[in-house]
């Protein structure tokens, strides 16, 4: 399959715009590692952060210079300060020229202890390939950040976690910190080459490059630079693409008239072994020197075709995710189908499985037969959604059990399914995989309601271990397979052993489901991240490569369309067949722990993307934040034109 990455987009400038609502952060927290949830205040506006230079050393190693200022207001004080020191509150580092996304650790502070504005320092970037390889020299740029550590402002152990604010993923913060990285150890700047149609007032482009210690030449960007003949000046900026990425070059416009000749000058700053240095560059270009078409100023294009079958209607997946609450009455389940068909959506994957509920009838939980006796919630769905064209997917929570569940199970069948941490604490959710007997139970749930309802697939979801569980029989299990104790294990020794556990519900599903309905399609959201999923048991590659799943769905809510690019990347490079791949797309953002519908740009920006790589579907979470702007969107742009399932 084509994968054409260069997409053209249009009316997409607004994009930008959300940062502006997204500055102002009420820090909450998530609770982390069982620490008790922080809500005792806080609440800070954040202005502008910036790079002190466009060239830093970098020799391949784990640290860096990095001259960042990140400037704020406190508007209610805290004694706490925010950071980006460690576990997984980091940067995302892009790398634009092979699309890779590196995490970096910062060591500023961010203190909320007294009101007004002040500023936060950054001068040293701690890089790891625990969460991505690390970065290569050449342009870079961070393009949004992943948790804020909590701390108290006096010092000692770290109070909780909280999401960023949208304010790091905004289009002027990403341009404003994007950077060259080169091994500064020697180096030589120069201006490498203009362009220009030189039509009077046409465009003109220039390249400034930094050649490093290995020989290299560099593209440099952001640089102060001026173009100037007789008395005509102007500025020149960073030329932009579609997705936010520098092009290379910087871009400014001719006067009516032409000069004679251009002379480009500027000073770059860089971070050397030896200190901050600054490097003067100058060139000048006689007129017609460098001269291209209009053409190869026009944005990056390449597009896409989307297919079509022998009727001539588009085939794409268009998917969403569904809640409970949106399908639980007659009245609910209506208003979804319509909004969902306005959007020109063609498939609805409702959660029917989650913590000690489950939305249709079933034998395996007598009291579903009671409790939906008037009203069938999934098969009232399926009638209304089959009526307006629309696929009905099923969405169980695998092992996403709480406490009132377990215990129902353990009544049941004899068998304990808690999972149990090192120190001997009860998880509040998981259910544990590792126990045959749960295992039975959701493979018989999932394949009963294949065979009693006119499903289109299943779904799985929360596919995955959630938690390491050390209960006894872990424990003992664990130590006859790879003779130690568990508390020995090491990171492959929990790939492998969550493995064969998850992947058996996996497999079983769909040995059950093919021999009963074998058109049902089996679908799994995963993570992003493969490496991730891994840990946790999941391996969606060879569940495809077996033929266990039709469709792979990575949950790609990343803001930073750039990351979903590099995640989705990974995917088409481990899939043997790119047609089951279907991108999962968010459309809520948060702020803290404020979650919000995102703007419709944002979202159309990432289907697009999908699109132009060639991947034939999109998933997006969830109907609840689907919002009147985004359906509008969907409705007249994105999905103007009718499509059926690709799969199909």
């Known amino acids: 399959m084509a994968r054409k990455l260069a997409i053209a987009l249009a009316a997409m400038a607004a994009l930008g715009a959300y940062a502006q609502d997204g500055s102002v952060m009420t820090v909450r927290g998530i609770g982390a590692e069982g620490k008790p949830r922080y809500d005792s205040g806080g609440e800070?506006?954040?202005?502008?952060?910036?790079?002190?230079?466009?060239?830093?050393?970098?020799?391949?190693?784990?640290?860096?210079?990095?001259?960042?200022?990140?400037?704020?207001?406190?508007?209610?004080?805290?004694?706490i300060v925010l950071t980006s020191r460690m576990g997984t509150e980091y940067w995302r580092l892009y790398h634009f020229a092979d699309e890779?996304?590196?995490?970096?650790?910062?060591d500023e502070r961010i203190d909320l202890s007294e009101a007004g504005e002040h500023g936060a320092v950054v001068t040293t970037g701690r890089l790891t390939?625990?969460?991505?390889?690390?970065?290569?020299?050449?342009?870079?740029?961070?393009?949004?950040?992943?948790?804020?550590l909590i701390e108290p402002v006096e010092g000692g152990a770290y109070l909780d976690v909280t999401s960023p604010p949208p304010f790091f993923d905004s289009q002027a913060v990403s341009r404003a910190l994007t950077f060259t990285l080169a091994d500064l150890t020697q180096y030589a700047a120069q201006i490498e080459a203009l362009q220009s149609t030189w039509e009077p007032g046409g465009p003109l482009r220039v390249r400034v490059t930094v050649t490093d210690a290995t020989g290299e030449s560099l593209p440099v960007v952001n640089v102060p630079l001026t173009a100037s003949g007789g008395e005509w000046q102007t500025r020149l900026e960073t030329e932009w693409g579609p997705l936010n990425e520098p092009t290379g070059w910087m871009r400014g416009t001719l006067p009516e008239e032409a000069p004679a000749e251009v002379v480009v000058a500027g000073q770059l700053t860089l971070v050397t072994p030896r200190g901050p240095e600054s490097a003067d560059v100058t060139a000048t270009f006689a007129r017609g020197e460098g001269r291209v078409t209009a053409d190869e100023f026009a944005a990056a294009g390449g597009g896409y075709v989307l297919p079509r079958n022998a009727d001539g209607v588009i085939r794409e997946t268009r998917a969403v995710w569904a809640a409970p609450s949106d399908f639980e009455t007659a009245e609910s389940a209506d208003a979804m189908v319509?909004?969902?068909?306005?959007?020109?959506?063609?498939?609805?994957?409702?959660?029917?499985?989650?913590r000690n509920n489950f939305w249709a009838r079933s034998e395996l939980i007598p009291a579903t037969q009671e409790r939906w006796a008037e009203y069938d919630p999934l098969a009232g769905l399926i009638e209304r959604a089959h009526a307006a064209g629309i696929e009905v997917h099923p969405w169980f929570c695998t092992t996403y059990r709480d406490p009132a569940f377990r215990?129902?199970?353990?009544?049941?069948?004899?068998?304990?399914?808690?999972?149990?941490d090192e120190d001997g604490s009860v998880r509040p959710l998981p259910a544990d995989a590792h126990r045959p007997e749960y295992r039975d139970f959701v493979v018989a749930l999932m394949t009963g309601v294949a065979r009693d309802y006119e499903v289109d697939g299943l779904h799985h979801d929360y596919i995955r271990v959630m938690s390491n569980c050390y209960c006894a029989d872990c424990r003992a299990e664990f130590a006859a397979q790879f003779g130690k104790p568990i508390t020995e294990a090491t990171e492959e020794d929990w790939?492998?052993?969550?493995?064969?556990?998850?992947?058996?519900?996996?497999?079983?599903?769909?040995e059950g489901v093919r021999s009963t309905r074998p058109e049902v399609t089996l679908s799994a959201a995963v993570f992003s991240s493969l490496r991730s999923g891994a840990l946790q048991g999941q391996d969606p590659a060879e569940w495809a490569r077996q033929d266990w799943l039709d469709l792979v769905i990575p949950m790609d809510y990343s803001m930073q369309t750039l990351q979903v690019r590099a995640n989705e990347r990974a995917f088409l490079e481990a899939l043997d067949d790119d047609d089951r791949l279907v991108s999962g797309l968010s459309l809520y953002q948060r702020n803290g722990t404020a979650v919000s519908s995102r703007p419709p740009e944002l979202m159309h920006e990432q289907i697009e993307?999908?699109?132009?790589?060639?991947?034939?579907?999109?998933?997006?979470?969830?109907?609840t934040h689907l919002s009147d702007e985004q359906l509008e969107v969907l409705r007249?742009?994105?999905?103007?034109?009718?499509?059926?399932v690709y799969f199909r």
Do not use: K
Not at 48 to 66: C, F, K, N, T, W
Not at 408 to 414: K, R
Not at 495 to 510: K, L
Not at 609 to 623: K, Q, S, W
């Open 44 to 79: 800070v506006r954040f202005l502008e952060a910036s790079i002190g230079a466009q060239v830093l050393h970098y020799d391949g190693g784990r640290e860096m210079p990095l001259p960042m200022a990140i400037d704020y207001e406190v508007l209610d004080p805290a004694p």
């Open 129 to 148: 390939d625990r969460y991505g390889p690390l970065p290569a020299r050449g342009l870079v740029g961070f393009r949004g950040h992943y948790y804020l």
């Open 338 to 354: 319509a909004r969902c068909a306005l959007a020109g959506l063609n498939m609805i994957v409702a959660d029917i499985f989650v």
């Open 636 to 644: 007249t742009r994105v999905n103007a034109e009718p499509a059926a």
């Open 609 to 623: 993307l999908v699109r132009g790589m060639g991947i034939h579907g999109y998933c997006l979470f969830a109907f």
């Open 407 to 420: 215990a129902w199970f353990e009544e049941q069948s004899g068998r304990n399914v808690d999972v149990v």
């Open 100 to 106: 890779t996304m590196s995490a970096v650790y910062t």
């Open 495 to 510: 790939i492998t052993w969550h493995r064969a556990a998850i992947g058996d519900i996996v497999r079983r599903v769909a």
